[in-house]
């Protein structure tokens, strides 16, 4: 693998327009999101001079640090990707533009209060254990859609869709967890029509996870490469 991270970009976002083309039925609207936790902001600012707008953080540290040195690259736009802690909302809340692992309403709603005043409504996804890993965070399949009304009720959010992370696959393939998701994401869509994400597929599987409806796509190690030691919150 080329260690320049434009290449790397370059390399991931030709081998997407290639797979739209042959597959009609990947979405048009499936895009990619660089993660880019633990990664220094030498290296965001080198994938943003590439054309990277779309950023992953797990840590919330992490992403106050990082949104605050970057806020004048005002088409930046951050995904909370990792575990939420209650007392971390505010700060999710404040830098985030997305957030990818709703599974808890109490979490939802902190959210929605403390959205700062005059900022648009924070895109949320409803993160689901479709594995139904007894170590993994998100709710189980059966309790989606009942949960979603209620996220969807709140003020200051926008229910954007869903998001997965399956299990560890035999040859990384995971068709059947992703059609799962593709199913329950139409069903979803039945009764909140703007509800359309589904964020599932990382670096090992994102080429399958596209044939089955993902909209965006989480590449870490494809673009920056191995990861850091994480750091404690």
Do not use: C
């Amino acid at each position: 693998m080329d260690n320049n991270i434009a290449e790397r970009l370059n390399s991931a976002y030709r081998q997407l327009a290639e797979i739209k083309q042959k597959n009609p039925s990947v979405r048009a609207d499936a895009q990619l999101i660089a993660v880019s936790k633990t990664k220094p902001i030498s290296l965001i600012t080198e994938a943003y001079l590439a054309g990277q707008r779309q950023f992953g953080e797990n840590y919330v540290q992490e992403l106050v640090d990082k949104a605050s040195e970057l806020a004048e690259l005002t088409d930046l736009e951050w995904h909370f990707i990792g575990p939420i802690q209650s007392n971390k909302t505010r700060d999710i809340a404040k830098f985030a533009g997305w957030v990818h692992s709703i599974d808890r309403l109490k979490i939802a709603e902190r959210l929605s209060a403390q959205r700062p005043a005059g900022m648009s409504a924070l895109k949320v996804l409803i993160q689901v254990n479709i594995s139904d890993e007894a170590s993994k965070a998100g709710i189980a399949a059966a309790e989606v859609l009942p949960f979603a009304a209620k996220v969807a009720a709140l003020p200051n959010l926008e229910l954007a869709g869903l998001m997965a992370i399956p299990a560890p696959a035999v040859d990384n393939d995971n068709s059947q967890a992703f059609a799962a998701m593709q199913a329950l994401s139409v069903q979803l869509q039945q009764l909140f029509p703007q509800a359309r994400a589904l964020s599932m597929g990382m670096s090992d599987d994102w080429q399958q996870a596209l044939t089955f409806g993902a909209t965006m796509i989480r590449l870490g190690t494809a673009i920056f490469g191995a990861r850091e030691p994480q750091p404690h919150e």
